[in-house]
């Protein structure tokens, strides 16, 4: 079936917090440019929720709204970190066999078909590229050092002048992937905003590695920012004043590094219903509760509907077949947190199966079990 204009828009603004430049893709859309998408990941730990069935659901949309997409495993950028001890050779080995097998689940998971999926590993896309170390300059001429400083991690611009060198070269080779694959549409979550804008903030400076529509005029690439996953932890102050919303917001997202808080895609039945039963769900509140939040980009996304099961005494059996459904009823105190936990956790349950069984058998096991042994190490 043909998509209009207005249907692969809605498709690929769906359950997303932020496009930059959608006039421009709207634009792009009625022209019928090719849409070229990445979205690039550190190898850092397990894969959690977050950055697996979120970003993949979301993946799922540009695909079917005929959008080319293409994940970029960033070994080197994962390098300049200091992840995973630092060694390339063993991120490298990680990003192919594990964190790649885990977004093919992921992307099963959500419904979609992992054999579409194209990757590149930032060590092929550098190997003897001498296009794309002249892209990474010509982008740092066009930038001042100030604003890269601002664009590195937290942990980087909380060193200060200690900070080690090479991460001042992570931001202009992150903006500079984007421009020697010529992708229009990067995508990426919240935490990836300041580089984003940077290339666009470059894009009709740059000579060797523009970015061309069909008309042959140079143009910015769009950015679009997935949701920001809640983990399952409180807020470090309850109720949340709305001056420190956002603030809070990125300290209680998803992490791997709170592994009780997360739930990772290939976590047992068991561990599943453990985290939920301890998640932060105050009763009626809809702000900053991270359970309705994986209700909405996780749930409903997949499953379209979501069924609570409880005893007549305590009001019956509900449907939702939309989030805005829950919320209603869940902000009237019609829904009680524990019925709420119980269902959320047999829909994930569900849901993570294909990645349970991807990652129970053959060399993904293995991958998973070196990948453990790394984490504890660390």
Known sequence: MVMSVDERLALIKRNTDEIIGEEELKEMLKRGEKLKHYIGFEISGKVHLGTGIVCMSKVKDFMEAGVDCSIFLADWHTWINDKLGGNPET??????????????????????????????????????????????????????????????????????????????????????????????????????????????????????????????????????????????????????????????????????????????????????????????????????????????????????RLEIIREKKFGGNLKFDNYTELEKIYKEKKLHPLDLKKSVTESLIEILEPARKHFSQGNPKQMLEEIEKLIIVQ
């Open 91 to 304: 991120i490298k080995k990680i990003a192919v066999g594990y964190f790649k097998e885990a977004l093919k689940a992921s992307l099963k998971c959500s419904g979609g078909n992992p054999e579409k999926l194209k990757f590149i590993l930032g060590s092929d896309l550098y190997s003897k590229n001498d296009l794309y170390w002249t892209t990474v300059i010509e982008i740092s001429k066009h930038t001042s050092l100030s604003r890269m400083l601002r664009s590195i991690t937290i942990m980087g611009r909380e060193e200060g002048e200690a900070v080690d060198f090479a991460k001042l070269i992570y931001p202009p080779m992150q903006v500079a992937d984007i421009f020697i694959q010529r992708i229009n549409l990067a995508h990426g979550g919240l935490d990836q905003r300041k580089a984003q804008v940077i290339a666009r903030d470059v894009a009709l400076k740059l000579s060797f590695s523009p970015l061309i529509n069909k008309e042959g005029k140079q143009i910015k690439p769009i950015a679009i920012h997935s949701h920001l996953l809640l983990g399952l932890g409180q807020p470090p102050m309850w109720p949340v004043s709305k001056d420190n919303m956002q603030e809070v917001w990125s300290a209680l997202k998803m992490s791997k590094s709170k592994p009780d808080t997360c739930i990772f895609i290939h976590d047992s039945p068991t561990e599943i219903k453990r985290k939920i039963e301890k998640a932060f769900c105050p009763e009626g509140e809809i702000e900053f509760n991270p359970v309705l939040d994986w209700c909405k980009y996780v749930v409903f996304p997949i499953k379209k």
